[in-house]
């Protein structure tokens, strides 16, 4: 699904995981109030999909920590946990980080700035994961 369109394809991401999810998975995706278009319709159908098979759902906020301050009533802070992430885990999320190589460096055409900076890759590379239950 390209970029901005998650929410007009909506259908096609409900039946992608109704299709792909089984009675015993994990589910981790992006929260549905995160900020971001797609990742706040990847969050809701995520969620409606999993509560429908009674499976196991985290939310991952991502640009949360871009605009939320301690205490910000619009987050959940008491169903925010950390998980432990395996070594082959965070090496999966920086091939996936590495996919979207247009949003990784500066464009010297236009002076603009990479949109995922180097502070946040970092913090998507950290050996743990900040969830949402």
Same mark, same amino acid.
Do not use: F, K, Q, R
């Given at each position: 699904i390209p970029?901005?369109?998650v929410n007009k394809a909506r259908h096609l991401l409900r039946a992608a995981?109704?299709?792909l999810l089984r009675p015993h998975d994990v589910v981790f995706a992006t929260w549905q109030f995160d900020g971001h278009?797609?990742?706040d319709v990847v969050g809701r159908?995520?969620?409606e999909v999993c509560a429908r098979a009674d499976i196991s759902h985290y939310q991952l906020p991502?640009?949360?920590w871009h605009w939320a301050t301690p205490g910000d009533h619009r987050v959940p802070w008491d169903r925010l946990s950390a998980v432990a992430?395996?070594?082959p885990v965070v090496e999966m999320k920086r091939r996936a980080l590495s996919a979207h190589a247009s949003q990784l460096s500066d464009d010297p055409s236009t002076g603009k700035e990479a =949109? =995922?900076?180097s502070t946040m890759r970092d913090r998507l590379n950290r050996r743990w994961e900040a969830v949402i239950q």
């Open positions: 970029d901005g369109s995981l109704e299709a278009p797609d990742h159908v995520t969620n991502v640009w949360m992430l395996s070594v =949109i =995922i900076p």
